[in-house]
């Protein structure tokens, strides 16, 4: 049932000769590959001249689907180039063998964070994984499957609305101190606290350490990492307002926030952007602790 | 089945179907849609739709929220991942926290002088009067810049520029402010759905009424009913085959949807090669290929030297350098590479290798991680680069007062419009335009609307929705032999050879014969029958850009002169008779062009224009 390619439609139209300068070399391959129009050949092809071939183990479900309501993985066989991403073999995947197979990506680049992937039991972007950092790539099969604990919609497609339920919940915006009335003033804001925050704002809301969370798992009104690092991005930032700091702290404090955290940096170890997770939360529970005591 | 590009056909579509039908999109003419069951597509009334979730669309349902008015705002894509996000270098803002002369009317000056006087004034001057307070607001609603020792947000030297004048959040600048404004709308609960592509406007020419679409995510499709729609939905620099922006992202949605609707385009000739493309080496992704390499890096000291090791850019800008206009040194390069001194790969090197490891890490992160990653160390060796289409100054005329469109209750703001940039974009303006605009566009729909209610749907109009969802239907349904996505690589090659860099009459000529040909291979198209998939995807992108095409075929044609970023080699000088807009109506089911010149500046700009500001190069050493 793998790897099995569904009939292509081989009409062709003669291609008009585009008069072209520099790119025309790319222009006659792409022509000479539009002909051909036979991905599955073309794979095999590109797989005989491939110095390296990787395997990919992929989870398959579609509920709407007849046949695909049961979980199973399918596997692709993958021609592997240097700097090839788990992404990257994805795509090729889908491209040459399975144009149903589906998952999210969009930048490529780390930045939209849409890619947040289970490789080989491993929380991580697709896009910025490469093949050749996974252990026995060459060897093994690589395992890639959607988010644990979040619900599936469609093979790697998690649904991500708790998630972003969790994010709203520390209400992750900004009331500045007090503005004058209608004014505009700049705050300012000095370099060392600026750096304080920084690693914090590098989130990209792709979920990676929700899901790596034994905590989350157990406790689905657990914030979870992300959102914490959220509230610590504008908590610990010196122009939030008095009172929107001490509201937030409230929110992080109650019975899901930050005491549950029981330290064991899952969350910190897969974050693709390397915020130190752990140790905000950490750092927001000693606030916690040193607001409550000015109260007396 | 066989499909029909509706090309400038005497059709009368409009009669029956509100919209005049003609060009935009791949039309059936073979459709079940008599068997069609009516009624089966989701409805959403809401008082202003607002189409495009990224920085333009963000701030005009914040302003409109901040009036107590009820918006939607609908996007391509997943929750905060708009093209916004790309934007790295900065957002322009004479706050003056370095150099305290700068003025606002600088700014202005600056912003005219870069776009060879066709910018429209009104909209240089809203915009740039406008930045400060714009800047202090993000600034409160928590945006990340980077400060100074004494704790104000510092500026940068962006090209083309009198003053430091760049605010900044590293190189990730455009998207730590989508960032910040997702907060502000969350905060202000303005609902937001996702993955919803919309592929026409309901208008019977003289009013909109809302938008078709479908759901990217299980592909069924929606009506909205909107009293008021705001297009925020970018530009249409994927058109050319080097471009830096994602493959499915600036397809030209927004100006293609306008002018459908009945709206006129402005200054479509105009598209801006940025100088810093990326070129793939032969063992990346070939996705690589004209990826953006942000002006920042000059910014900070980088330098371009040529295959030679020569260091050109003294030939050609001994003042200004590398920091010289975009357009200055994508020709610089070009001619570079032209004349045998490029690299294999047909590029340049930038080199910034001489600042230090922290330096480059701190000031450039998201360029030296990328680099990094690719197996290349900014910090010890030079990259190749090409000039790639960057950004489209040309889009929807508008008003620049109050964001209105030639349509009544339709508005475009960011990138869809033409206007703030004229010839040509100063880095680090683009952002500026869709916070500075997107606050305006909202202010005048809640104050002189205050919309709250939806109207009924006029019957013609639903039976206009009614006959689009046929077509997507049938879209999905079609089966020749040609793939959407390699139509619109062979488009890309063809706008990139025709109406490139360096354009010229026969040329421009030869491009639109070349166009004929793909618009009858689109009637060949085959989609494989799912509207969830990316083939669906590129045939709807696809009708938008073969509009946007001949729009620029014809435009560039027009101009017979040099400016700006539009250079012709058969008319390599400016001609000061040409200080002209090309318009483009809709007429009936043709296009017109006429031209139309544009308005004076205020005696404030006009006194700093007068002053001759420029950047000067060796101030950076």
Known sequence: MSTEVKEKETEQTETESVESSHQSRRMEQKRQRASQRDLEEEAREEIDDADETIEIKVFRFDPEVAGKEEPRFDTFHVPFFKGMTVLDALIYARDHYDSSLTFRHSCRQAICGSDALFVNGTQCLGCKTQIADLEGHLNSTIRIEPLPHQEVVKDLVVDMEHFYDQMEAVEPFFDADELPDGELEEQRQDRENREKIKMSTRCIWCGACMSSCNIAAGDNEYLGPAAINKAYRFAMDEREGENRKQQRLNIIEQEHGVWRCQTQFSCTEVCPKDIPLTEHIQELKREAVKNNLKFW | ?621
């Open chain 2, 1 to 621: 089945m066989v499909f029909d590009v509706a090309y400038l056909t005497a059709e009368p579509l409009g009669k029956t179907r509100g919209n005049l039908r003609i060009m935009t999109t791949i039309t059936p003419v073979e459709t079940d849609a008599s068997e069609r069951e009516r009624g089966d597509y989701e409805e959403v009334a809401v008082p202003v739709l607002v189409i495009g979730a990224g920085a333009a669309g963000a701030r005009t349902a914040i302003a409109l929220a901040e009036h107590g008015i009820d918006s939607l705002v609908i996007g391509k894509r997943d929750h905060g991942d708009a093209h916004t996000v790309w934007a790295a270098g900065g957002i322009n803002a004479a706050l003056g926290s370095l150099d305290p002369e700068d003025d606002w009317a600088i700014h202005a000056a600056d912003t005219i002088d870069e776009g060879h006087h066709l910018n429209d004034p009104t909209a240089v001057e809203t915009v740039t009067r406008a930045m400060p307070d714009r800047i202090r607001e993000l600034d409160a609603w928590g945006t990340e810049f980077a400060r100074t020792p004494d704790g104000t947000i510092d500026q940068r030297y962006f090209g083309a520029q009198s003053f430091r004048r760049t605010c900044f959040v590293g190189d990730r600048t455009g998207e730590a402010i989508l960032d910040t404004l997702v907060g502000r709308a969350q905060e202000l609960e303005i609902p937001y759905r996702e993955n919803v592509m919309v592929t026409e406007l309901l208008s019977d020419g003289e009013r909109v009424y809302g938008a078709a679409a479908y759901d990217m995510e299980d592909g069924h499709e929606i009506l909205f009913r909107a009293s008021h729609v705001v297009l925020a939905a970018g530009g249409f620099s994927a058109l050319w085959s080097r471009h830096s922006s994602r493959e499915d992202e600036n397809t030209g949605d927004g100006p293609a949807l306008a002018l459908e609707a009945g709206a006129d385009l402005l200054d479509v000739e105009f598209v801006q090669f940025h100088p810093t493309g990326m070129v793939a080496d032969d063992e990346w992704d070939d996705d690589w290929n004209g990826r953006l390499v942000t002006e920042a890096v000059r910014g900070e000291g980088g330098r371009l030297y040529n295959a030679d090791g020569e260091r050109f850019m003294e030939r050609y800008s001994p003042d200004q350098m590398e920091l010289d206009a975009r357009d200055v040194v994508a020709r610089a390069i070009q001619a570079e590479v032209d004349a045998g001194r490029g690299t294999d790969n047909g590029g340049v090197y930038l080199d910034i290798s001489h600042r230090d490891r922290s330096f480059l890490k701190e000031r450039l992160p998201r360029m030296y991680e990328r680099f990094q990653s690719l197996g290349v160390d900014l910090a010890a060796e030079p990259v190749e680069i090409a000039p790639t289409a960057h950004y489209t100054m040309g889009g929807v005329d508008v008003d620049f007062t109050t964001g209105e469109t030639g349509v009544d209750r339709l508005y475009a703001v960011g990138e869809t419009t033409a206007g703030v940039h004229g010839a040509n974009r100063l880095g680090g303006n683009s952002l500026a335009e869709t916070v500075a605009l997107g606050k305006i566009v909202g202010d005048h729909i809640a104050t002189a609307y205050a919309p709250q209610r939806t109207d009924p749907l006029p019957e013609r109009i639903r039976a206009a929705a009614e006959h689009e969802f046929d077509r997507l239907a049938a879209l999905a349904a079609a089966d020749g032999g040609e793939s959407p996505q390699e139509l619109i690589e062979e488009l890309g090659e063809l706008l990139w050879d025709h109406a490139g860099i360096r354009r010229d009459g026969p040329s421009l000529a030869d491009g639109r014969a070349a166009l004929a040909d793909l618009r009858e291979r689109a009637r060949h198209v085959g989609v494989a029958g799912d509207h969830t998939g990316r083939p669906f995807e590129f045939a709807v992108d696809l009708g938008f850009m073969l509009t946007l095409a001949d729009v620029i075929l014809r435009t560039a044609a027009r101009r017979t002169e040099s400016r700006g970023a539009h250079y012709r080699t058969d008319y390599p000088e400016r001609d000061p008779d040409w200080r002209r807009n090309v318009l483009v109506t809709r007429d009936g089911e043709d296009l017109r062009l006429s031209t139309r010149t544009p308005g004076t500046p205020s005696e404030r700009v006009q006194r700093a224009l007068d002053e001759g500001y420029e950047l000067d190069y060796h101030h950076l050493e």
